[in-house]
């Protein structure tokens, strides 16, 4: 079993077969649920980017270092 609601899509024959609030979960679960997930990932995305940069820059300072040394 897996995402309830994605089940619920994929048993859907045909539009006209869902329920009537189906469309009004589906918004609710991606406004309250995946939307703030998604933003999540873009921020953890843009600072393991910052994060790599950093490194790269320390390991270039330290081999420098090594070099003169």
């Known amino acids: 079993m ?6 619920e899509f994929c048993r859907v024959s045909s539009m ?6 189906f469309f009004r979960r589906c ?4 406004r309250d649920i995946v939307q ?6 873009d921020r ?5 980017a910052e994060l790599r940069e950093q490194l790269l820059r320390a390991t270039k300072k330290t081999q420098r270092a090594e070099v003169a040394a």
Request: include cysteine; hydrophobic fraction near 25%.
């Open 36 to 41: 703030p997930q998604l933003d999540e990932r």
């Open 16 to 21: 006209d077969s869902c329920r009537p609030d």
């Open 27 to 30: 918004q609710r679960e991606f």
């Open 2 to 7: 897996g995402y309830p609601l994605i089940d």
């Open 44 to 48: 953890l995305i843009t600072e393991v």
